[in-house]
Nanobody, 124 residues
Framework: QVQPVESGGGSVQAGGSLRLSCAAS????????MGWFRQAPGKERQFVAA????????YYAASVKGRFTISRDNAKNTVYLQMNSLKPEDTAVYYC?????????????????WGQGTQVTVSS
């Protein structure tokens, strides 16, 4: 199965931007939905964005729509999350995950494998 590895997290001031990357190793010949989730301290993990195998279908949480953009480069086995206009409430550990098949890629339980996460901190 595919194994996602996140990178690109860091600290930024409110209004700034970051781009997260998720490199997939392993059985990358198999088609996967890829998703980003985040977990803030003391809160449950929540859906952020997801993208279909060919990239033609994307999903976003209402809280990030218009600010975040998910994309993928299958030639590089990499998924990206461009985050603009960051807010302090975006502070969280961001996780990349892969779903072999799913009828609803906004649901955490649909995902088979998860990365270790990368910290994003937005200061006011």
């Amino acid at each position: 199965q595919v194994q996602p590895v996140e990178s690109g997290g860091g600290s930024v001031q409110a209004g700034g931007s970051l781009r997260l990357s998720c490199a997939a190793s392993g059985r990358t010949s198999v088609t996967y939905y890829m998703g980003w989730f985040r977990q803030a301290p003391g809160k449950e993990r929540q859906f952020v964005a997801a993208i279909s195998w060919r990239g033609e279908i994307t999903y976003y949480a209402a809280s990030v729509k218009g600010r975040f953009t998910i994309s993928r480069d299958n030639a590089k086995n990499t998924v990206y999350l461009q985050m603009n206009s960051l807010k302090p409430e975006d502070t969280a550990v961001y996780y990349c995950a892969a779903a072999l098949s799913t009828w609803n890629p906004t649901l955490e339980k649909e995902y088979n494998v998860w990365g270790q996460g990368t910290q994003v901190t937005v200061s006011s």
